[in-house]
T-cell receptor
């Protein structure tokens, strides 16, 4: 049960911002939103995560709606190397155990020149 | 090493043979996961180890699959009497209990002929 819904594919022009949406309408109060990406033939790579505040790091920004039922991953200046499958995941991040990651089908982002 | 190491990177085996896949997590990471990814598909959870707790084996597809984690570090995934449908990339990930995200290895590509 992936618990998230993402569009299967998106395109973006190189140098423009890529905004990848994710719906997680059944998210619980203690579940974080994580984003990973997988470039062809490689293992998934961690991008960013958040609970309810917007987050930014060197790779991307994460915008979470106030009701936490959806979020958007923003790659501010997409490059050709950002072409990958992007996974939005919710997981529990409290207590002495760590919840598993449920990977859905993700969004295939294609950045074109 | 700095990352999660998996070996072998590629394995071709005959149907009916047993195989062992190895995962060497990041030193100090208490959580370890096995996933598999069939061609063109998303990631499928297999098993999860967390410290000294009993592993979560709920994702193992059949009793031909087993995994162990010795000394809380290296893990071995064993597939007995391999079948062609076992062909996939097997991915291992580890995380610290306070980690920001899981670090995945590059995977083992298993081909059963």
């Amino acid at each position: 049960d992936a618990k998230t819904t993402q569009p299967p594919s998106m395109d973006c022009a190189e140098g423009r911002a890529a905004n990848l949406p994710c719906n997680h309408s059944t998210i619980s109060g203690n579940e974080y939103v994580y984003w990973y990406r997988q470039i062809h033939s490689q293992g998934p790579q961690y991008i960013i995560h958040g609970l309810k505040n917007n987050e930014t790091n060197e790779m991307a920004s994460l915008i979470i709606t106030e009701d936490r039922k959806s979020s958007t991953l923003i790659l501010p200046h997409a490059t050709l190397r950002d072409t990958a499958v992007y996974y939005c995941i919710v997981r529990v991040d409290r207590g002495s155990t760590l919840g598993r990651l449920y990977f859905g089908r993700g969004t295939q982002l294609t950045v074109w020149p | 090493g700095a990352g999660v190491s998996q070996s072998p990177s590629n394995k071709v085996t005959e149907k009916g043979k047993d195989v062992e896949l190895r995962c060497d997590p990041i030193s100090g990471h208490t959580a370890l996961y096995w996933y598999r990814q069939s061609l063109g598909q998303g990631l499928e959870f297999l098993i999860y180890f967390q410290g000294n707790s009993a592993p979560d084996k709920s994702g193992l597809p059949s009793d031909r699959f087993s995994a162990e984690r010795t000394g809380g570090s290296v893990s071995t995934l064993t597939i007995q009497r391999t079948q062609q449908e076992d062909s996939a990339v097997y991915l291992c990930a580890s995380s610290s209990i306070q980690g920001n995200g899981y670090t995945f290895g590059s995977g083992t590509r298993l081909t059963v002929v």
